[in-house]
């Protein structure tokens, strides 16, 4: 069932706490066990979690809800398997799709899948439904999501998902509203970090950005990159809310708990 405008104020974190950890499927099962750092209890800014896959992590807090990830064409056929078990109530279908690469696919494709292996998740199943999750590539991913859009005007997604990396939170709510006003459908911000080369303007930019969204109806989650002690490299080291031993970053106490 489609989200309508009118009912933005029931939406999950609508003036509230909506932070999503992103937990790679390769993490340490203990680093986000009930003796981790990424609890509720000991992050209680978050309420759900991605880990990019079809299968919930087994050790996370089982008061985080989990949102499936079909992030391929060639995981689609998962969800089958794993949305059984492991109580999704939201799938996010695709993963840059506009992106050069493994992950790349013609829009053309991705609307017959959509149509075929995906909607029927909502029809049948009732579970709600991401958008693909579009980079914020100008040349490539906002024209992606319109041919997708476009193409879909009777099977809507329930969420639009957005990624965002960049330095500048004015330019991150900027970008985040322009979508809004496409679509008028609730965002999802499933992947953002700051690409700074100090901690100040990291933090600065986090602290922005985390603030702004908490305050609009229509965000209905934001997923900073990543808690885990690898995933965070290159230009996106200092965003890590998770050191290499598995413990919070002084980011990552600002992220749960401020």
């Known amino acids: 069932m489609l ?3 009118g009912l933005l ?55 985080l809800e989990f949102i499936a990830v079909a992030r391929t064409q060639s995981d689609v056929a998962a969800l089958a398997t794993y949305l059984p078990t492991d109580k999704a109530k939201k799938i996010a ?56 859009m476009a193409a879909v005007p009777d099977v809507k997604p329930d969420y639009i998902a957005l990624h965002y990396y960049g330095t500048d939170s004015t330019a991150f709510e900027t970008y985040v509203t322009q979508v809004y006003n496409l679509y008028k459908l609730p965002i999802y911000i499933t992947e ?21 969204c908490d305050k609009q109806s229509w965000v209905a989650g934001i997923f900073w990159f990543a808690a885990s002690r690898t995933a965070n490299t290159g230009n996106l080291a200092l965003s890590a809310l998770m050191s290499s031993t598995g413990s919070r970053t002084a980011l990552g106490n600002l992220y749960c708990t401020s």
């Open 3 to 5: 989200l309508a405008s």
């Open 9 to 63: 104020c029931a939406l999950p974190g609508a003036f509230g706490q909506k932070r999503g950890l992103l937990f790679p499927w390769d993490s340490v099962p203990a680093d986000i066990g009930p003796n981790g750092s990424f609890t509720r209890a000991k992050c209680p800014k978050a309420v759900s979690y991605i880990d990019w896959e079809s299968w919930a992590f087994g050790p996370a807090d089982p008061t």
């Open 93 to 148: 279908f695709l993963n840059e799709p506009d992106l050069p690469g493994p992950t790349q696919l013609a829009v053309a494709t991705a609307v017959q899948i959509w149509r075929q292996s995906i909607v029927p998740y909502r029809t049948n199943n009732k579970l709600q439904l991401l958008s693909p999750a579009v980079t914020s590539d100008e040349a490539t991913g906002l024209p992606w999501l319109a041919q997708f």
């Open 192 to 212: 953002v970090g700051s690409t700074a080369s100090d901690i100040n303007s990291v933090t600065t930019f986090m602290t922005n950005i985390t603030a702004w």
